[in-house]
């Protein structure tokens, strides 16, 4: 069961896309990681794209102009950059009702996110917790919480922080794949309502499934990869069905 929160946890997050249900909000590209992408051979001609999806956190002066147009950015890139900076991205959330994450909640939950010590990744988001207790993104805190626990063992708060996540967001793709096949875990049926947990945990495996097929390809997505990532995520609710 480690390996399947796991392989989920680092898929999800790593597959968030375009559909809210499907994971956190894409975090804008610091101008770093714009940078490593130009240099990448893999991912350069996705470039466009990317940016496109995630934005950028700064916004575009003559001098970064310089230096990606020196990483070998092109005329297009660099109008895709102009229009997706902190400003125009506000500008367009604001004209479809929806709200732009912050630049320093977004690193701090870049840190719950990358953390790989357990304990301190637990420290982390109980600190984004109390730090941002109406962020969109806490429900996603959450079953990082939970993904943390599972490396320690505790199937319980695995559960509980699923719930918590799942509270916040009912369809929480990223915390029904990981609580569906936990709940019929001996650990976790050992106490209550054995049936109860049973039939949640199948409630649970039928909406994430339902979700699965909404599933989009990311940008840096070849067809091969995103229907196995879907594939995946089906093969480990049907085992909870």
């Known amino acids: 069961m480690g390996r399947v929160l796991i392989v989920l946890m680092a898929t999800v997050l790593a597959g968030a896309g375009s559909l809210v249900a499907q994971g956190p909000p894409a975090l804008p590209l ?20 990317i940016v496109e999806h995630r934005g950028v956190e700064f916004e575009l002066n003559p001098e970064i102009e310089k230096q990606l147009r020196k990483a070998k950015a092109d005329d297009q890139l660099i109008e895709i950059v102009r229009k997706s ?6 500008e367009k959330a604001q004209a479809q009702g929806n709200t732009v994450v912050p630049p320093d909640e977004a690193r701090d939950f870049q840190a719950v996110q990358n953390e790989l010590d357990p304990d301190r990744q637990i420290q982390l988001a109980g ?29 319980d708060q695995v559960i509980s922080f699923c719930e918590k996540s799942l509270k916040l967001k009912p ?11 936990m709940l019929p875990q001996p650990q976790a049926i050992r106490t209550g309502n054995q049936e109860q947990k049973l039939d949640q945990a199948e409630q649970y495996a039928k909406q994430a499934l339902q979700l ?20 995946s995520y089906q093969r480990d609710m049907h085992s909870a069905l």
Do not use: W
């Not at 610091?30 to 794209?49: D, M, Y």
């Not at 900076?85 to 506000?90: D, I, K, L, T, V």
């Not at 600190?127 to 199937?155: C, E, M, R, W």
């Not at 369809?171 to 096949?181: E, Q």
């Open 212 to 231: 699965v097929e909404q599933l989009t390809a990311q940008p840096s997505e070849q067809p091969g990869q995103f229907e196995a990532r879907k594939s």
């Open 171 to 181: 369809d929480n793709l990223m915390a029904l794949l990981v609580i569906a096949p």
């Open 30 to 49: 610091t101008q770093k990681e714009l940078a490593e992408i130009l240099k990448s051979k893999e991912h350069r001609g996705q470039a466009v794209a």
């Open 85 to 90: 900076g902190p400003s125009a991205r506000a």
């Open 127 to 155: 600190d984004f917790a109390v730090k941002y207790p109406n962020s969109t993104l806490l429900t996603y805190v959450h079953v990082l919480a939970a993904a943390a626990y599972n490396q320690k063992g505790d199937i």
